[in-house]
């Protein structure tokens, strides 16, 4: 599976659009982009996953353009309880391996 | 009604002991993991098990066994246990799709395994 490469950790203000960029330059043809997220103490929960072009749904967005090398992973109007670890994995049917992650702060 | 179980949710336990952590999906998944978060916070995969098969052995050493009795549990069984096996231990079931259909992976809340 193609790996991963997403920033450490990101600090933003409550109301603020967030985006995270990962790039997956290895990324293959049957490989999907998929984001999960993790609070502390708790199991990682699937937040969003794209093929390609645009996703949307009622938590975030993912944009990833044609070439598919990377994707961002875009949430509208921050939180408080948004703070968390956000993981971009590059899954193909049952391997689910996930990467370092992106520790968000978001700030009042 | 919770998806994925994991039980117990705190483990402290002494060298050297052998113990287990029973995991149970009742979202019919045909597919289950255990997965590692060492004090790092990095999630590495164990085991993978589809339709009692296993599929993924990513270099875990052999004291550690997965059981899976039927499609809906995959048990960890964890022989000598050692410090360095202090962790969170969690586990997950996903439906796995045909051709190149991916589909997400539900987690448990997790084991804290506390070695001493």
């Known amino acids: 599976l193609a790996k991963t490469t997403q920033p450490i950790s990101m600090d933003s203000y409550e109301g603020q659009e967030v985006n995270i960029t990962c790039s997956h330059n290895?990324?293959?043809?049957?490989?999907?982009i998929t984001w999960y997220q993790q609070f502390p103490s708790q199991g990682p929960r699937f937040i969003i996953q794209?093929?390609?072009t645009k996703v949307t749904n009622e938590v975030a967005s993912l944009f990833i353009p044609a070439d598919r090398k990377s994707s961002t992973l875009s949430l509208p109007r921050v939180s408080l309880s948004d703070t968390a670890v956000y993981y971009c994995?590059?899954?193909?049917?049952?391997?689910?391996?996930f990467g370092k992650g992106t520790r968000l702060h978001i700030l009042p | 009604d919770t998806a994925v179980s994991q039980t117990p949710k705190y483990l402290v336990t002494q060298m050297g002991n052998d113990k287990s952590i029973k995991c149970e999906q009742n979202?019919?998944?045909?597919?289950m993991y255990w997965y590692k978060q060492d004090s790092k916070k990095f999630l590495k995969i164990m085991f993978s098990?589809?339709?009692?098969?296993?599929?993924i052995n990513e270099t875990v050493p052999n004291r550690f066994s997965p059981k899976s009795p039927d499609k809906a549990h995959l048990n960890l069984h964890i022989n000598s246990l050692e410090l360095g096996d202090s962790a969170v231990y969690f586990c997950?079931?996903?439906?796995?799709?045909?051709?190149?259909?991916?589909?997400?992976?539900?987690f448990g809340q997790g084991t804290r395994l506390t070695v001493v």
């Open positions: 290895n990324i293959a043809t049957n490989d999907y």
């Open positions: 098990y589809n339709n009692k098969e296993l599929i």
């Open positions: 979202l019919g998944h045909d597919t």
């Open positions: 997950a079931s996903s439906q796995t799709g045909t051709g190149i259909m991916n589909t997400e992976a539900f």
């Open positions: 994995l590059v899954s193909r049917d049952d391997k689910i391996i």
């Open positions: 794209g093929y390609k």
